[in-house]
């Protein structure tokens, strides 16, 4: 299975539509691949809270038009990153989307754990309130964003609930870019899972982005790592191998404390 993560740079003096046909055309570029990736709230920036209501879409909105349109054209499963999505009822919430190769929307995920402690996206925003994971035909994905990575019990909810492929988008910045790669290797090594974490490049409200994004296997193996700047990262994942691993090394089995229903025996059908 091969999989691009667009580290697409979040430049204050770009419009949001400007981005936004920036990284559809991006997208539909990997049309080689099976699986894009982009990060969280690229359209605006995640650190940029002033814009965050002015720039806040309906579900159906310009960027779920605009990303639906490139995943069919490009014939992908695309994770189309994070925006600010205003609810019905008015509340703002960072969301992600997830397309089939047809175009059509196959998930839909609210940031479960907000940014910011007493300030910014903790106070703006709404908090998701549940787990979701896609499946593809070759793998399952578990959806996460940015701060989640800090929460290790999201994590083995996903893999309890099938996630073989853990998915990061996120608007990390330097000053921690660090625990960025400790936390991906941390949860790839404790859930024997694939962490495909891709996040921003560039600078937007003053802050500076980690880029970074990673690839790291069900072994804490970092595949693939990109630099600061704007990149596009692509990268085998062998599907096989979260199965071998834990059938090898059975950690998994070993719980003893918030022990979920056991997980169902590999299939050799993975149709």
Request: proline share 6%; with cysteine.
């Amino acid at each position: 299975m091969r999989a691009s993560l667009i580290q697409i740079a979040v430049d204050p003096d770009e419009s949001v539509g400007s981005r936004r046909a920036r990284a559809a055309s991006s997208v539909v570029a990997q049309s080689g691949s099976d699986l894009v990736i982009l990060p969280e709230l690229w359209p605006v920036g995640a650190f940029a809270y002033t814009a965050f209501e002015a720039e806040a879409e309906p579900l159906e909105g310009p960027t779920h038009q605009v990303m639906a349109k490139a995943a069919a054209e490009a014939g992908v499963w695309l994770h189309a990153g994070s925006f600010v999505e205003r609810a019905d009822d008015g509340t703002l919430f960072n969301t992600s989307l997830v397309f089939s190769p047809e175009g059509e929307r196959a998930a839909c995920y609210r940031k479960i754990h907000r940014f910011g402690f007493d300030q910014g996206e903790a106070v703006m925003m709404g908090a998701g309130e549940e787990l979701v994971t896609v499946r593809l035909p070759d793998t399952t994905l578990g959806l996460a964003t940015c701060y989640d990575l800090r929460f290790p019990e999201q994590f083995r909810g996903l893999v309890d609930a099938g996630a073989e492929t853990l998915i990061v988008a996120a608007g990390w910045p330097e000053r921690r870019r660090s625990h960025w790669t400790l936390l991906a290797q941390a949860r790839a090594v404790e859930n024997q899972a694939y962490v495909l974490a891709v996040g921003t490049a560039g600078t937007h409200a003053d802050v500076q982005q980690a880029g970074h994004s990673i690839v790291v296997d069900p072994w804490g193996e970092v595949l693939a790592e990109a630099g600061a700047d704007e990149e596009i990262l692509t990268v085998e994942l062998d599907p096989e191998k979260v199965r071998t691993t834990r059938e090898q090394f059975p950690v998994l089995k070993g719980r003893r404390l918030g022990l979920a229903p056991p997980l169902p025996a590999p299939s050799a059908d993975r149709s």
